[in-house]
Nanobody, 131 residues
């Protein structure tokens, strides 16, 4: 059974930084796709960043490029989302998800909203950015 657990959310002022962590367990394959998503109240869930763990290839949605960085620690089976220069519009519940379908990471970011859902999800962690 695959488990995904997020941590690291909190409240910060605009311009500040937060780092989210996503711990995964239960995978026997070292190659999988991990994605960070977010959902603000009244809005649809959107993809934020993805990483292909084997190749460590990263992908970002346009609104976070240059501000957010997704990375991994293989020894800890953990994927991080470093969020800098945070804006009030980044306020949302952030979710981590994982899937063995590696091609999900290769889907163009502009098509993420139409791509199939990831298989394994965490419970989410709240990020609040005040102006």
């Amino acid at each position: 059974q695959v488990h995904v657990l997020e941590s690291g959310g909190g409240s910060v002022q605009a311009g500040g930084s937060l780092r989210l962590s996503c711990a995964t367990s239960g995978y026997s394959d070292p190659d999988y796709c991990v994605g960070w998503f977010r959902q603000a109240p009244g809005k649809e869930r959107e993809g934020v960043a993805r990483i292909l763990t084997g190749a460590e290839t990263t992908y970002y949605t346009a609104s976070v490029k240059g501000r957010f960085t997704i990375s991994q620690d293989n020894a800890r089976n953990t994927v991080y989302l470093q969020m800098n220069s945070l804006k009030p519009e980044d306020t949302a519940m952030y979710y981590c998800a994982a899937d063995l379908r590696l091609w999900l990471c290769g889907v163009d970011a502009t098509e993420w909203s139409r791509a199939p859902d990831f298989s394994y999800w965490g419970q989410g962690t709240q990020v609040t950015v005040s102006s």
